[in-house]
């Protein structure tokens, strides 16, 4: 019989054990006999039963202590228990069942009754087989899912690195709402010397969201190294990204150059939130909106790539940050908010860390925001 059980019996009549045996065998399950509490322990360590029948009234250790211990020793493992006993009393009966067993039947035992029984647990046993089976396939699945993950998580992260530069007075901060950061971040210089800064957020949240900024990332470090200008560099970025990602889906970015030999800011936003211009004591200079529909959607013929300029002063700071920055939500579901960035900057000797420590004050401890929230802060007073 393919699904035969290796049946334990605890029971100290052997003219019960002679009959439950006869009437077992002759189903093709195979038998294991304990005449008390501890020999059926011991058989049980053992020989792992897939059925117990186990008698309530045994010398030593009884029917329902024995139990107790056998759901212990088995864990998480499906063991079907059935009481046989001449006490049928329903108080014997909960008794029973509160110990660990699975059901009950009262002697003298009808074999037609019993049989109907174990053929019922054989059936529970073959669903729990196929869905262990399924179980660890899914396990599989999703642990090879996770290694790839990891794997185009650790290349993109090398990619987006590739292409940052480090520069005295510049911060960024990321934090993603899943394994795959939707938001982008990188600093680069260009051959003459001129910082370019882009702050891109893909529509979305993980590995959907994450694809698109590698086109983005390689495309804006290559030409940013080469000194194109960011109307030259925004018009490529959004010609390719037009190709490249399906209809519906976009990426908001700003990007930003910094000519610090003609003290000048020139800034492109399409879909982000205004960068913050804002001067030694944190008062708002300028605010650099959007003027523009993000990457993906206008066609080449039709899109804008028209910057705007800011001849700056000598104490000033930049900050760019993300829509998650200021929709992140406090425990009554309140929004961070501008105003809030604004309030950070006053006065804050680390405009970065200022705005940083706001954020993590208004999540609250333990809590994660819900899209990924990303900031870029480049203080001129710092990088003179």
């Known amino acids: 019989m393919a699904n035969a059980f290796k049946v334990l019996i605890a029971d100290d009549i052997p003219q019960n054990v002679a009959f439950l045996r006869a009437c077992l065998e002759d189903e093709g399950h ?3 006999v304990a005449a008390s509490g ?7 360590g053992r020989e792992s039963p ?22 212990e020793m088995a864990g998480d493992r499906w063991l079907p228990i059935i009481f046989i006993s001449a006490l049928d009393q329903s108080v014997d009966m909960v008794r029973g069942l509160e110990a660990g067993g699975d059901d009950f039947i009262c002697k003298p035992v009808d074999l037609e009754v019993l049989k109907a029984k174990i053929r019922a647990m054989q059936r529970i046993a073959g669903m729990q087989q196929k869905l262990a089976e399924v179980t660890a396939e899914l396990q599989n699945y999703r642990e090879h899912a996770e290694f790839e993950q990891e794997i185009a998580r650790e290349l993109m992260s090398l990619m987006i690195k ?3 530069t ?5 911060e960024m901060w990321l934090e993603p709402a899943t394994r795959f950061s939707g938001d982008l971040l990188v600093a680069n210089r260009s051959r003459s010397g001129h910082l370019y800064l882009l702050h891109a957020d893909s529509m979305g949240h993980g590995l959907p969201a994450a694809l698109p900024l590698l086109p983005t990332a390689q495309i804006f470090r290559t030409m940013g190294e080469r000194g194109f200008n960011l109307s030259t560099i925004v018009q490529e970025m959004n010609i390719q990204l037009a190709r490249q990602i399906p209809r519906g889906y976009f990426v908001a970015a700003t990007l930003v150059c910094i000519d610090r030999e003609n003290q000048t800011i020139e800034v492109w936003n399409g879909g982000n939130p205004a960068a913050l211009l804002t001067g030694r004591d944190g008062s708002l200079i300028c605010r650099f909106e959007s003027m523009h529909p993000p990457l993906g959607i206008i066609d080449a013929s039709r899109f804008d790539a028209r910057t705007q300029v800011w001849q700056s002063e000598r ?9 998650g920055l200021v929709d992140a939500e406090d425990a009554k579901g309140k929004a961070f908010g501008e105003a809030a960035v604004l309030a950070a900057l006053q006065g804050a000797s680390d405009p970065h860390a200022s705005i940083v420590s706001a954020v993590r004050a208004h999540l609250g ?6 899209d990924d929230i990303s900031l870029i802060t480049l203080n001129n007073v710092l990088a003179a």
């Open 30 to 32: 195979a038998v294991r």
């Open 162 to 164: 590739a292409a940052s």
């Open 315 to 323: 104490d000033w700071t930049l900050n760019l940050f993300s829509d």
């Open 50 to 71: 897939d059925l117990v029948l186990m008698d309530v009234m045994m010398p030593g250790i009884g029917g329902h202590e024995a139990t107790r211990r056998m759901r």
């Open 365 to 370: 401890t333990g809590r994660v925001a819900h």
């Open 38 to 44: 501890e020999q059926a322990l011991e058989l049980f």
């Open 166 to 170: 480090e520069d005295a007075g510049l």
